[in-house]
């Protein structure tokens, strides 16, 4: 089963790389240089968690609340591409990517302007390892969060691919590039689930024991910065292994580790599990 039919089925039941760089980013931003903005690995979990007035969207609620960005750089679990891309059109789309759902959530759009020169810019700024796109929009992974946080979508918003074909130390690289980006007024957001498993949905209640284990060892790992071990989080064991069936829900934490300076404060929050296999546990640096 893919994983738009187990939606359907939950449904129903670092730095610039040189001077060149620098100035194509300030002329799409500006010349003004801002205290540095946060980094935040989001859990998001259920879709319904966006019209939903759960503990996990309240607390994405309260964080917003603190939060005036010039624009938000989201990367979702649920856009996958061959090689990076970025959305670079005027007005991204709202992208209902899931079925099985009730009609008031098909119904939610979040009209975020985008941000083209902006996009252009960060694609400058890695030497086009990230391409600009004019197709995709804001998938849920992003929109479901930011419609929480950001409830007036007054704020531009970018979206980031995951390329399928990196490794998670390539997936971290890339990230280390984007980190000028906080400088520079941008709220960087990683939107996954580092337990995600929904084959292994408990619907009854519970918590599977292997999902309790990776999300505390995960949490360890985060706090020592261990990024070498958490990219290499298949040699962790057969709880990693359950809980990280594939890698695209677990890469956007990573994005979000790689981004915070080694001098940040990290904070963890929504730290529970939901429906015996989906960990929420998400934090914010800076």
Known sequence: MN???????????????????ARSFVRALGDTTTERMPVIFVGHGNPMNAITDTPFAKKWEAIGKG??????????????????????????????????????????????????SLATSIAEATHNAIITDHEW???????????????????????????????????????????????????????????????????????????????AVSKRLIEARDLTSLANYRALGIAAQLSVPTAEHYLPMLYALSLAQPDEKLTFFNESIDLGSVSMRSFVAG
């Open 67 to 116: 939060l005036m960005p010039r624009a938000i750089l989201c990367i979702s679990a649920h856009w996958e591409t061959r090689g990076s891309q970025i959305t670079a059109m005027e007005r991204p789309k709202t992208i209902h990517d899931f079925g099985g759902f009730p009609d008031e959530l098909f119904r939610v759009q979040y009209p975020a302007p985008g941000d083209p």
């Open 3 to 21: 994983r738009r039919s187990l939606l359907h089925t939950l449904g129903t039941a670092m730095t610039l790389a040189s001077v060149t760089d």
């Open 137 to 215: 929009g804001l998938d849920h992974g992003a929109w479901s969060v930011l419609r929480r946080m950001f409830p007036a979508a007054t704020i531009p918003v970018l979206q980031l691919s995951l390329d399928v074909g990196k490794i998670p130390e390539q997936h971290i690289a890339l990230a280390r590039e984007l980190a000028y980006l906080r400088t520079k007024g941008v709220v960087i957001i990683g939107s996954g689930n580092i337990v995600h498993n929904l084959g292994r949905i408990m619907w009854k209640g519970g918590t599977h024991d292997w999902a309790m284990e990776f999300d």
